[in-house]
């Protein structure tokens, strides 16, 4: 079911279009809708606190003033479940298999009314973190992994993931500056330690284990987040212009 | 997690399926208050019924939101949310579970709305295998009339509207149906669905739906032993004619 094969983004700089590919099923029928997608899908990974937001921020206008029309998009902010899943987790009864489900139903909810039509219409789709740490969440707390990915299958593979990677000690400093240590952030919902900082340690521990693994599997183009949030955007920016329609 | 077939619990999960106007919901009613007659500790589920998720699902239908995939996702956690809390912990403390609607459900009119077969079906892996699945097997004459009569209005995602298929919800909701039959035919065999006519008289349907459960009720425990004392028994005696004529007691 998944190709593998068909995820080399580091091979291939220019490329006309994102392609109509897919890691599993094409659920959503795209090949039947869509012959081309002329947009750019761009990833964003890393876990928590690692920066993927500051550096969306300052990828943003410089890919404007370039002339590229950017969309950007995020985890929970979907319109038909943002709402709903914010409440649900406020509750203390969200179960793991529901809660991964949720995710789920905001992942597609974006996908169909945000990242496809800014593709078709020919935008740079800037995302927030994609289908990676969804399943790596889903796998910490539990999931079938075969089930996780099969459900995920139909997102397209996009042109690129950028991988923000951070060691736990690294990631502890980062996090306390930005406010402290966040209920779910911890994996609170999973008993893993004693208190917030316990569980943190835990919790991000096994999800970088995730996300190392899918690294390799899924062929994220790693950046060494440690580095200055400058170095950091100008490698982005390097790797990114090569991607870009006329690029 | 535990995927589909692999869950081991004491408890028994009964569901039933099929067509709106098949007479599935009467059918789990009337077994439900023999089981609970009979002093076995039941519970009972319904089909889009978690709290947790309703308010998403709803304002995705008012403000027709749904596209067939997010449809189909929402239910899934809809399902999710009731297999966690409903399903799996009564089922874990060996009681009965009754399911009005499971996943065949899902699997009929998502594929009925063309969300691939393969994937639907992947979605719910996470669910618990019933130890019988009941359809109830109506032509679709007879059920479109028991539903279509005396109704003035059908919903939007009811009646299949989303997919285009005529500007008529009733037409609509006809070539839908008709679908959905399709699709439930087709699972007879890949689910192993136990087909129940029903078109035959209610208790008759009835009567072998018990017929059918008893054999697994052998080895589940009741809090009680005897129907005596409930305020069902006599419904029970009245379903159930042959074990009520042994037991003359009961009479008057």
Not at chain 1, 59 to 75: I, K, Q
Not at chain 1, 120 to 131: E, K, M, N, P, S
Not at chain 2, 207 to 227: D, E, G, H, N
């Amino acid at each position: 079911m998944k190709d593998v094969q068909g995820i080399d983004t580091s091979g291939e700089k220019r490329r006309l279009m994102t392609r109509l590919e897919f890691y599993g099923i094409d659920a959503i029928h795209l090949k039947e809708r869509d012959e081309i997608l002329p947009g750019r899908l761009i990833v964003i990974e890393g876990t928590d606190g690692v920066g993927r937001s500051t550096q969306l921020h300052l990828l943003r206008p410089w890919l404007e003033s370039s002339g590229y029309a950017v969309v950007d998009t995020e985890m929970t902010r979907s319109e038909l479940v943002g709402a709903g899943l914010k409440q649900a987790k406020e509750g203390h009864t969200l179960g793991p298999i529901t809660l991964n489900l949720f995710y789920a139903t905001d992942f597609v909810d974006r996908f169909e009314s945000q990242i496809l039509p800014a593709l078709r219409a020919g935008f740079i789709v800037l995302t927030d973190r994609y289908i990676y740490s969804l399943m790596a969440r889903a796998i910490v707390r539990g999931a079938d992994a075969g089930w996780i990915r099969s459900i995920y299958g139909l997102a397209l593979i996009p042109d690129a993931i950028f991988y923000l990677r951070i060691g736990v000690d690294d990631l502890i400093p980062r996090v306390l500056q930005r406010g402290g240590f966040d209920h779910w952030e911890s994996g609170m919902d999973m008993k893993l330690g004693g208190d917030l900082f316990d569980s943190f340690v835990n919790y991000q521990t096994r999800l970088l284990e995730q996300f190392d693994a899918m690294a390799i599997e899924y062929g994220f183009e790693v950046i060494d987040a440690v580095q200055p949030v400058e170095r950091i955007v100008e490698q982005l920016k390097e790797r990114m212009f090569p991607l870009l329609p006329q690029g | 997690m535990e995927t589909y077939g692999r869950h081991e619990y004491p408890g028994r999960l009964f569901i039933v399926e099929g067509v709106d106007g098949s007479g599935k919901s009467t059918q789990i009613a009337l077994l439900r208050q023999w089981l609970i007659s009979e002093g076995y500790t039941v519970f009972f589920s319904e089909w889009n019924s978690s709290p947790l998720v309703k308010k998403t699902t709803s304002r995705g239908k008012k403000k027709q939101l749904l596209t067939p995939t997010t449809f189909s996702l929402i239910h899934a956690t809809d399902f999710a949310d009731r297999t966690e809390h409903d399903i799996i912990p009564p089922l874990k403390a060996g009681a009965i579970v009754l399911a009005d609607r499971y996943i065949y459900t899902a699997f009929a009119r998502d594929v009925a709305r063309n969300v691939d077969r393969q994937w639907v079906r992947e979605l719910y892996q996470y669910a618990v295998k019933p130890t019988v699945a009941f359809y109830y097997r109506v032509p679709l004459e007879v059920s479109l009339s028991r539903i279509l009569t005396g109704r003035t209005e059908l919903k939007y995602y009811e009646a299949g509207m989303d997919l285009g298929l005529s500007n008529d919800p009733a037409e609509s909701f006809k070539l839908f149906q008709q679908r959905i039959v399709n699709e439930y035919e087709a699972m007879v065999d890949e689910f192993d669905l136990t087909v129940m006519d029903a078109t035959l008289p209610i208790p008759e349907q009835q009567r072998r739906m018990r017929k059918l459960i008893r054999p697994y009720l052998q080895s589940v425990r009741r809090i009680r032993t005897s129907a005596q004392d409930s305020a069902w028994a006599g419904l029970a005696r009245e379903m159930r004619p042959s074990h009520a004529d042994l037991q003359g007691r009961h009479g008057g």
